[in-house]
Nanobody
Framework: QMQFVESGGGLVQPGGSLRLSCTAS????????IGWFRQAPGKERGGVSC????????YTVNSVKGRFTISSDSDKNTVYLQMDNLKPEDTAVYYC???????????????????????WGQGTQVTVSS
């Protein structure tokens, strides 16, 4: 069974840090473009940061650039999102998603999510509050 498992969410104070993990099982992330997305209450889900497992290139949206960093570990079949200097407006459910790299780009995936036969994780809650 092909699936993602996200972990690392939780409650953190403003200015704090969290590292989210997204581990794939049932398939290898090699050849995929992976993205982190988030959905805050009452808002649409949107892309945060995306990376190509083929090229290593990354893209991060302006609202979190300089605070969030995406990285990957092929041996662990895992993609990470390091989140620093967290703000209350970062509160959301965070999801990872993947799509085969021949179908998408880091920009397209972050902009629109998987368009074809992609995969989504179940999400992990991040709450930034004092």
């Amino acid at each position: 069974q092909m699936q993602f498992v996200e972990s690392g969410g939780g409650l953190v104070q403003p200015g704090g840090s969290l590292r989210l993990s997204c581990t794939a099982s049932g398939f290898s992330l090699d050849g995929y473009t992976i993205g982190w997305f988030r959905q805050a209450p009452g808002k649409e889900r949107g892309g945060v940061s995306c990376t190509s497992m083929n090229t290593g290139r990354t893209y991060t949206v302006n609202s979190v650039k300089g605070r969030f960093t995406i990285s990957s570990d092929s041996d662990k079949n895992t993609v990470y999102l390091q989140m620093d200097n967290l703000k209350p407006e970062d509160t959301a459910v965070y999801y990872c998603a993947a799509e085969e790299s021949y179908i998408t780009t880091i920009y397209a995936l972050c902009d629109s999510g998987p368009a074809g036969n992609g995969y989504w994780g179940q999400g992990t809650q991040v709450t930034v509050s004092s």
